[in-house]
């Protein structure tokens, strides 16, 4: 089996905070285990650096995922070399902290501990001198966010991650001028209002949510497709939220920032519409199903469930959609009548 080294430079656009950082962990550790890849991911500030070790298309395709994420930013390949023999046993990831449950996690390496001193092997290999550069370097001199990403997406993205860590209630627009490196008054050039800004920002956040599993719809069928969706806005409250407080704003007529909120709803119900007509033409729902009451119906679950899970959180809220959307399934079966 011919194995390669890729090394890859990216920047984010925006920080993970700890919470993300240790979902990362469990996610990319796992797959890459089943994957058979090995190596390490280190973070700092918004500037990442990996090494992939493994099959070459395998890590190949590993490097491509990370160049479609919208989340990173000047993705480049800086190495890509045929290699005998893995450096790295498994992979693992790096970032700065000083708690002491990281610095003990499987997976962990804490290669941004200030005396560390590097093992007498780690630069004879090429991509191990270059994972040195990258430690060796201030983060100021590394990130290219700045001069990569618009304005209006910097800005969005800082509110994204502002909105995680203390929610729209105690958002401002100077807390995420300060999280996007601008003046206050740069931001207010682009969004005049904390509210315009949160509606840009929730279109924004569901487009990064719902874009990378819309290709289920087809494949899967509606219902898988919103399952999937569950667990996925489950891994991240922080969007529901920014929903649910979104949804006073909807219900004013004379609010712009709701009219925008409004516009993007209907743009999904529209979507599970259409998605339902297909289930119906492939012979995976009945015909005896409306399409536009069966979207209705399958959006009330998915949003009562969502909203119901930030108040009361369920241990599978996957799992309890699945068996309300069955007995659903079951009624399509029957004519409506009038």
Do not use: C
């Amino acid at each position: 089996m011919s194995l390669r080294s890729l090394v890859f430079t990216t920047a984010r656009t925006g920080r993970l905070d700890q919470a993300g950082l240790l979902r990362l962990l469990a996610v990319e550790r796992a797959r890459n285990a089943d994957l058979g890849i090995t190596g390490v991911l280190a973070l700092d500030d918004v500037n990442v650096f990996g090494i992939v070790e493994g099959p070459a298309e395998v890590v190949r395709d590993r490097v491509r995922e990370v160049a479609a994420d919208p989340a990173n930013v000047d993705v480049q390949v800086v190495l890509d070399d045929p290699i005998e023999h893995r450096a790295f046993a498994d992979w693992s990831m790096a970032f700065r902290t000083d708690d002491p449950a990281i610095l003990a996690l499987p997976g962990f390496v804490d290669l941004f501990d200030p005396e560390r001193v590097p093992g007498p092997g780690s630069t004879a290999t090429r991509s191990g001198a270059l994972l040195e550069w990258f430690l060796r370097t201030p983060p100021g001199q590394l990130s290219t966010r700045r001069s990569t990403i618009p304005v209006r997406d910097r800005i969005l993205q800082a509110s994204i991650e502002v909105l995680r860590d203390v929610g729209p209630a105690r958002a401002s627009l100077g807390a995420v001028a300060d999280r996007a490196g601008l003046s206050e008054e740069e931001v207010a050039k682009h969004y005049q209002t904390l509210p315009v800004l949160l509606a840009s920002t929730l279109a924004t956040w569901l487009d990064q949510v719902i874009a990378p599993f819309a290709p289920m719809a087809v494949t899967d069928g509606t219902v898988a497709y919103l399952r999937r969706l569950v667990v996925a806005f489950a891994e991240d409250p922080a969007l529901d939220r920014l929903i649910v407080s979104s949804l006073a704003p909807a219900a004013d007529p004379g609010e712009p920032a709701g009219e925008a909120f409004l516009a993007s709803y209907r743009a999904f119900r529209a979507g599970i519409r259409s998605s339902l007509e297909h289930d119906i033409v492939v012979g995976r729902e009945p015909r005896t199903m409306d399409p536009a009451k069966g979207a209705q119906q399958l959006l009330a679950l998915f949003d009562g469930l969502r909203i119901q899970n930030l108040f009361d959180p369920e241990p599978d809220v996957a799992a309890t959609f699945a068996r309300a959307a069955e007995r659903l399934r079951t009624g399509w079966s029957e004519p409506y009548s009038s």
